[in-house]
Every structure is written in structure tokens, then in C-alpha cells.
């Protein structure tokens, strides 16, 4: 039986911080964070690495790392182990001051908070890491999530809790931008300048997207035009309406599909959308679009108005001329992904459990886990290369099962150290 205090159940976590020292992520942090006092007794390699191990060792708070893993982790070569506080204290520096947007026609100020520096440090690590081709065409996919909190500023969402309500772009299963907003500021209200600045920030690090999906929250005018100004193609779900429900009306052809069992009619239409609002308003219009639609019969047989149908619609916009109306429902179905994304947050990175009482000191903790889970998107694919029983696809909790809860101990020799595992391994090298 081994028995030593210096025997880590965390071992894999050494090959991790081993791998981070190779793709030198210490620079990048040096170098886009803030100098920190030259009487700091820990780098932002030490505060950040820290912050990380914990969600990749399987905690869901900061205080893990004291109450369950320093211990554990504190002998390895790669970093100082600060406490919980230090590191708390370092990513709420981090904050910056909350913005406060007005819409036009309205009386209601909407609480935001925007973080420049650490958007910034995420597009770098995510350029340092391969994951944008510049022959690739790259999809945005946009989207809220409501995070119940019961912090002291957090107001109700549309789920009667409170919350804070992030808006979150991804382009594949990497976060690309993060920005906070109050639980009572929905999807909807100014979209537009939050596309805006995410749009902008991809541009300055010269990331081109080609098409943009989202749900029908971004399903209005000022939104629309801010995607056609940035995308070649937008796909969007569309809410019913008068005018939606009309030009369903008018759609002669309608083919038969079986989904799930289910029968199914699929057809699609000409449409202008928001001709009337953009003749009202005097701007200019959005440029004819085209409805996808797909309808099944209602349970209860009650009738559309509209139509004159008993059926249920769902609708997409694109402007994508080129993909059959088939191909379009299923590039834009693949947006599900998304919803998945946010459930890997929430569950495997922390955002369930926020650790400040104010938004805007709340931002820099979900930017800084959402660049773990970026980080981890890389460290899977490449673990997932060099041992036997990692899939690329896996979620964390299996990652860690599998690699990091190895028994490993430092152990020191006449040239150096040697890390010394206990059980095996099909490590290649």
C-alpha cells in the first residue's frame, strides 16, 4: 500500500499545464492583461492556470480549489497554487464599469457590461490555437441564455427569476464573444449594437463570417440589417405574423416529408420582410428575402385565421438562394448545438454558480470560463490523438475520469524531477 501525502489523485493535470507551457498561453496573458504589482507573489499564469484546474479537475467554484484540490496540486512544477481569494480577487480587477443603453422610444435604461480587454484575449488565444481557416467559410451562431442568480443587482427574466441574461456568439463550439446583460434586458432589446460590436471585434482580428443563425429574436429590422451589412447569408427563425401567415397562404407547391414518424409539408416563398416598418420609418429596405416553411397538423384542429389551415409553422428567413429549401432547414437545425453549448457551460464551466454580487464583476469570471472551455475544445482534440479511451467529442466529466484522476507524484533524481505514475496509461508520445 502507498501510502504519501504527496501523492497527487490529479495527475493527468501535469500533461495539461505541460501542454499550455507549449503553446506559451503565459505570453499571451503577460502580455493582453494588466501589470501586476512587481511585489505579487503570483503571475497571471499562476491566477489563471489556477482558476482552470479546477474546472478541468471537476470542481464547479472557485473555493474547490482550496477546500478540495490545492493540496493536491500544490507539488507540480508548472505553476504557485494562490488561494481561492487571491484568484477571486485578480479576476474581479478584471471588471470593467457597467454601460447603461437607452432604445430609441423608450423610457427604460438596460443594464450591459462590455469587456474589451478580455474579448481581446480570447480572439488572440483562439487565433494562437488554429481555430479560424481563412479558406473555411465560418458560421456565427447567436444566442441568449438566462443565468438565475440571486445577486444583489439582478433583476427578473422572462422566466419570473432572477437573472442575468448573457448574449453569447459562437462559430462552431468556441465562444467568440460575451456580453453581460441584466435578466430583465431581453434577446431582442438592441441586438443590433451587441452584433454590431461582436462583428467589429471579429474584423479587427480579421475573422470573416460568412453566415449568421439565430433564433427569432433577431427577427426585426434594425437587427436584420446589421447582420446583411457584416454576413453574406443569414438564416432566422421567423415569428408569426400578419404578413408571415399571408405569404404562407400563397404558397401553391408543397412537398411531403416524414419526420420521426410525423408527416410533414415543406414549401417556400418570395418575401420582403418589414416593408411596411422600413417605409414607415424612411430607411432603406431590406432586400427581398425568402421563407422556408415548414407545417404539420395541429392535434386540435383549430384554425389558422390567416391560412385557413389547421396547422402548426415553423418559418425560417435567409436570404440563401443556393441551398434547396431541404438543405436550409437542416443547416439551420444544426444551430440545436448552440443549446447544447450552453449546457456545457452552465453544468461543466462554472456559469451556474456566479461568484460576484454586481454584473459587470460577473463578466470577466463568464469570459474567463468560456476561454476554458475554448481551451479545453483544443486540449480534448489533442489528448484525444495521443491516449486510447479519449474521444474528441467527449464532455469533461469523462475527460477527467479517464486522464486527469490519474495517481502521479514528483519524485526528484540526480538530473532533475521525474513525474512517476501509479496505474496505466496508453499514452502515445
Known amino acids: 500500500i502507498l501510502k504519501s501525502n504527496s501523492i497527487s489523485p490529479f495527475g493527468g493535470l501535469n500533461f495539461v499545464l505541460e501542454h499550455l507551457q507549449t503553446l506559451k498561453i503565459d505570453e499571451f496573458l503577460k502580455n493582453e492583461l494588466p501589470t501586476l504589482p512587481k511585489q505579487s507573489s503570483y503571475k497571471w499564469k499562476d491566477i489563471l492556470y489556477s482558476f482552470w484546474s479546477v474546472f478541468l479537475c471537476g470542481g464547479d467554484c472557485v473555493e474547490d480549489l482550496g477546500v478540495n ?12 497554487i494562490p488561494s481561492p481569494d487571491r484568484v477571486l480577487e485578480r479576476i474581479k480587477e ?21 469587456n474589451n480587454q478580455l474579448t481581446k484575449l480570447n480572439l488572440c488565444l483562439l487565433q494562437r490555437l488554429g481555430v479560424f481557416d481563412n479558406k473555411q467559410e465560418l458560421t456565427l451562431d447567436y444566442d441568449n441564455t438566462v443565468c438565475p442568480t440571486r445577486k444583489k443587482d439582478a433583476t427578473n427574466s422572462y422566466l419570473k427569476t432572477k437573472a442575468y441574461q448573457p448574449g453569447v456568439a459562437f462559430i462552431g463550439a468556441n465562444v467568440v464573444y460575451v456580453e453581460n446583460r441584466n ?16 462583428f467589429q471585434y471579429l474584423s479587427n482580428h480579421h475573422i470573416k463570417v460568412t453566415r449568421f443563425r439565430a433564433d427569432s429574436a433577431s427577427f426585426q429590422l434594425s437587427t436584420l440589417k446589421q447582420i446583411e451589412q457584416n454576413c453574406k447569408y443569414y438564416y432566422i427563425k421567423a415569428r408569426m405574423n400578419e404578413r ?40 432603406e429596405d431590406i432586400p427581398k428575402s425568402r421563407l422556408v416553411i415548414t407545417k404539420t397538423a ?10 385557413n389551415e389547421a396547422m402548426m409553422y415553423s418559418v425560417i428567413v435567409t436570404n440563401d438562394w443556393e441551398m434547396s429549401k431541404d438543405e436550409v432547414v437542416v ?3 444544426q444551430r440545436g448545438k448552440t443549446e447544447r453549448e450552453f449546457d456545457v457551460l452552465k453544468n461543466d464551466f462554472g456559469w451556474k454558480k456566479l ?6 464583476q460577473n463578466t470577466p469570471y463568464l469570459i474567463l470560463t468560456a476561454i476554458c472551455r475554448n481551451l479545453y475544445n483544443h486540449l480534448i482534440q489533442h489528448f484525444s490523438r495521443k491516449v486510447k479511451g479519449i474521444k474528441p467529442t467527449d464532455r469533461i466529466k469523462k475527460f477527467i475520469f479517464r486522464f486527469i484522476t490519474i495517481p502521479a507524484k514528483w519524485i526528484k533524481r540526480s538530473r532533475g524531477i521525474q513525474l512517476r505514475i501509479y496505474g496505466e496509461i496508453a499514452f502515445k508520445t
Open 244 to 283: 408571415i401567415a399571408e405569404a404562407i397562404s400563397q404558397v401553391k407547391s408543397w412537398s411531403e416529408i416524414m419526420i420521426d414518424g410525423v408527416l410533414h409539408y415543406r414549401g417556400e416563398i418570395d418575401f420582403k420582410p418589414f416593408n411596411e416598418v422600413s417605409r414607415k420609418l424612411k430607411i
Open 298 to 307: 395541429k392535434s386540435n384542429k383549430q384554425i389558422n385565421l390567416f391560412t
Open 69 to 80: 484540490f490545492k493540496s493536491y496540486i500544490k507539488d507540480q512544477p508548472f505553476i504557485k
Open 183 to 198: 435578466g430583465n434586458s431581453g434577446a431582442q432589446v438592441l441586438q443590433q449594437d451587441t452584433l454590431q460590436r461582436c
Open 331 to 333: 443547416f439551420y437545425n
Open 355 to 360: 461568484p460576484f454580487s454586481h454584473l459587470h
Open 94 to 114: 478584471l471588471s470593467e464599469e457597467p454601460t447603461y443603453f437607452r432604445p430609441k422610444r423608450s423610457s427604460k435604461d438596460h443594464h450591459f457590461s462590455i
